[in-house]
């Protein structure tokens, strides 16, 4: 029998994800991950596995995705985030997703040995993407944050279960 540990878990008809980032710039340039199921990027990280701290996780990740280890630079930012599923069983349902972003210390003659890995059978790619790109990022605030960003570790709340009325 295969255990699985990721912090992933059922809470009620919800599902609660706590997840690690990377953020890997270089040349002004964030490094994403997209796949052939969604339309948009995410970024280089994957859920925490029990047994785990946030930093052993997202350098276990890093090494996993782009066959590197890479050390950390710093805690960005911490996310608490409501959303709806997308794919597979998390289909429509809502997840609450607590997440850790790390900056990653880059060396100066970084290169990418793997393009491509496979994450559940799937292939995912890794793309260079232009921190003011038009293309859709997960987290959004990337794109505003990693454009100066702040030595402070800042904390981001985001909840699609919130409608503005006035649309």
């Given at each position: 029998m295969?255990?699985?540990k990721?912090m992933?878990?059922?809470?009620?008809?919800?599902v609660?994800?706590?997840?690690?980032g990377?953020?890997?710039?270089?040349?002004?340039?964030?490094?994403m991950?997209?796949?052939?199921?969604v339309?948009?990027?995410?970024s280089v990280?994957?859920r925490?596995?029990f047994?785990e701290?946030?930093?052993?996780?997202?350098?276990?990740?890093?090494?996993?995705?782009?066959?590197?280890?890479?050390?950390?630079?710093?805690?960005?930012?911490v996310?608490e985030?409501y959303?709806?599923?997308?794919?597979?069983d998390?289909?429509?349902?809502?997840i609450?997703?607590?997440s850790?972003?790390?900056?990653?210390k880059?060396p100066?003659?970084?290169?990418?040995?793997n393009?491509?890995?496979?994450?559940?059978g799937?292939?995912?790619?890794?793309?260079?993407?232009?921190l003011d790109?038009?293309?859709t990022?997960?987290?959004?605030f990337?794109?505003t944050e990693?454009?100066?960003?702040?030595?402070e570790?800042?904390?981001m709340?985001?909840?699609?279960?919130?409608?503005?009325?006035n649309?």
């Amino acid at each position: 029998m295969t255990e699985n540990k990721d912090m992933c878990v059922r809470c009620g008809e919800g599902v609660i994800n706590i997840r690690v980032g990377a953020i890997i710039i270089k040349d002004d340039k964030i490094l994403m991950v997209k796949n052939n199921r969604v339309d948009y990027y995410y970024s280089v990280g994957g859920r925490i596995q029990f047994g785990e701290t946030a930093e052993q996780a997202v350098k276990r990740e890093v090494k996993e995705e782009l066959g590197f280890e890479m050390e950390i630079d710093r805690l960005g930012f911490v996310r608490e985030a409501y959303f709806y599923g997308d794919i597979g069983d998390q289909q429509g349902r809502l997840i609450y997703e607590p997440s850790f972003y790390f900056y990653m210390k880059i060396p100066e003659d970084f290169e990418l040995e793997n393009e491509t890995f496979l994450e559940d059978g799937s292939p995912e790619y890794l793309e260079w993407v232009p921190l003011d790109t038009e293309k859709t990022i997960y987290p959004e605030f990337f794109k505003t944050e990693l454009k100066n960003p702040s030595r402070e570790t800042k904390h981001m709340v985001t909840d699609e279960r919130i409608t503005n009325d006035n649309d």
